[in-house]
């Protein structure tokens, strides 16, 4: 090994900021490894199962917190964003943004504040779909294991946790600290949020309760997720007997999203699987305009078109509308067979598309450049700074983590000095 001229700093840590972690760390480098949620794992710790082996995130995930565990040149800040970046290759200067989780390395988790919490707050976890109190772990495998606090929704003079906490393990004074690193290379990893179904307004997401996301969705189906992994409306807790899964909602579309995220079509033929999976005698129906599953993944959809229960109609849908008994309408042209359909089901799923975080982070500019999507592209990137998994654009799982492995050699050559 060449000699280091410095860590490399990870943004992000999901897959892919994880992956390219572990990577340059087991291989010898020192890792500055930063989220800006309470845990790692990003929306990957979220799905109820992923490609290509269809894994539930305890399996993968839980693999490399593992490995994070064992590797003490990986050096992990949750709740922490980047406030600037400025030097060059080899010598850059970051300052660091961190704010409290008024939680400190004391937990031990033994839930002894959750009971005497008065405050209710909105899961993020499970996009809303439950509520937590305002102590509350981030999910059933928060890494690192530690609860948190949302302080601004604690009523005010509230301390009953702390009183509860027998480990002197919360301190509701914390403060928001900066400090600054000095990494020889950067990688972004910054992932990615699911566009805003709202914007959709023809599609009633918001309005109509049975009108939800893909990636609530993968909430609904999860075991550890607000109905237990039972697949029911979400307006009165009725098991779901039919779905229509709304493909390219807002994507490939210049009013939302131009571009094709790649991975809708997969979720949503994994997703119809759920669905039949959890109730063999439900009824799903795909619009598409196109259905796109590249490579391996031709077979996973071939084998879901022969489903009889499984009905594709290519054709967009053109709206969403209030049916009876708290069911939903959906109306879209069906171009095959030429005409209209109409069909009445006890749940809509919008296959919303990916957009960048790092559209809103700002950091584009005079370090990070950003393409007309939002995306780190390569090309656009100042020698030694790299972008791996959905930062630079839309990928899926697999290909992230693949990603990740050549951006993780891509910041070690630099932090090498070759």
């Known amino acids: ?57 305890t399996c993968g995930v839980e693999i490399n917190y593992q490995r994070l565990r064992r590797n003490r040149r990986v050096q992990v800040h949750t709740n922490t964003q980047v406030g600037a970046i400025s030097g060059e290759a080899g010598n850059f200067t970051v300052k660091l943004v961190k704010s409290p989780a008024y939680v400190n390395n004391k937990c031990v988790m033994c839930d002894k504040c959750t009971p005497v919490c008065p405050a209710e707050v909105p899961s993020d976890h499970d996009y809303g779909m ?16 530690r609860f948190v606090v949302e302080r601004a929704h604690c009523p005010t003079g509230c301390d009953k946790c702390v009183s509860a906490c027998p480990y002197s393990a919360i301190d509701l004074n914390m403060e928001a600290r900066e400090f600054e690193v000095n990494p020889a290379s950067i990688v972004m990893a910054t992932g990615w949020r699911p566009y805003d179904a709202a914007r959709l307004e023809r599609m009633q997401f918001g309005v109509l309760p049975n009108v939800i996301s893909n990636v609530m969705m993968e909430r609904l189906a999860a075991t550890d997720g607000p ?11 009725r098991k779901v007997e039919t779905v229509v899964f709304v493909q390219c909602a807002g994507s490939r579309d210049q009013e939302h999203l131009p571009y094709c995220s790649s991975v809708c079509c997969l979720a949503s033929l994994k997703q119809a699987n759920y669905v039949r999976t959890a109730n063999p005698d439900a009824r799903v129906y795909i ?10 993944f031709e077979a996973f959809y071939s084998r879901t078109r022969k489903d009889r229960n499984i009905e594709f ?25 030429g ?42 990137q100042q020698p030694g700074i790299f972008a791996a998994g959905v930062a630079q654009g839309p990928v899926d799982v697999n290909s992230s983590i693949q990603e990740a492995t050549g951006m993780a050699l891509k910041a070690i050559q630099v932090a090498a000095g070759e």
């Open 1 to 57: 090994m060449t000699e280091n001229k410095g860590p490399i700093l990870v943004v992000g840590g999901g897959i892919s900021g994880i992956s390219t972690a572990l990577e340059a760390a087991e291989t010898g480098y020192d890792v500055i490894l930063i989220e800006k949620r309470p845990s790692l794992g990003g929306r990957v710790a979220g799905f109820h199962q992923y490609f290509p082996k269809l894994c539930p995130p």
């Open 130 to 145: 439950r509520n937590t109190r305002a102590i509350h772990m981030p999910h059933r495998m928060a890494y690192p294991p």
């Open 227 to 237: 109905t237990a992994g039972e697949i029911n409306r979400p307006s009165d807790g």
């Open 287 to 296: 619009f598409y305009i196109d259905i796109r599953t590249p490579g391996k």
């Open 313 to 337: 109609i290519k054709g967009k849908v053109a709206r969403v509308e209030a049916g009876e008994d708290g069911r939903v309408i959906v109306e879209a042209e069906d171009i095959l067979h």
């Open 339 to 380: 005409g209209k359909v109409r069909v009445e089901v006890d749940l809509v799923v919008l296959a919303t598309g990916m957009e960048s975080n790092l559209k809103a982070n700002g950091l584009n500019g005079d370090v990070v450049h950003l393409d007309e999507d939002g995306f780190a592209s390569g090309h656009l």
